[in-house]
């Protein structure tokens, strides 16, 4: 996570509002990737939770703080149990290595605090 972002609450939200921007400004590729996050996260062989496992390793393995944050957040929705949550970062692990390991933390961190938001509602 960056300097200015505590939280991945707080880094979510603002990504969250510079895509907001992007959509205004190249609205046809954000309405395609949209399409495609739509397509590729639909239950079918894999359900949901099994989908955001896979896409919180590749955001780990790609050194990517707000895909760890929007897929941990994503992962508390849908009901992972911390131990789902870090056999899918041991996979990440075991395929990227020590700064893998060290996103992987980060990962716990921003799916510790989801769930602490979301017990508090």
Known sequence: MNATTTSYQDLTRTVSRNLATLRADIPEVMKGFNELARAATQNGALDKKTK??????????????????????????????????????????????????????????????????????
């Not at 944050?69 to 692990?93: D, I, P, S």
């Open 52 to 121: 955001e496992l896979i896409a919180l390793a590749l955001g780990v393995a790609a050194h990517c703080d707000a895909c760890i944050g929007f897929h941990t957040q994503a992962l508390v929705k849908l009901g992972a149990t911390k131990a789902e949550l870090e056999e899918a970062l041991g996979m990440a692990v075991y395929m990227g290595g020590g700064p893998s390991l060290m996103y992987s933390a980060n990962a716990v961190a921003a799916f510790d605090e989801f769930v602490g938001i979301q017990a508090a509602k």
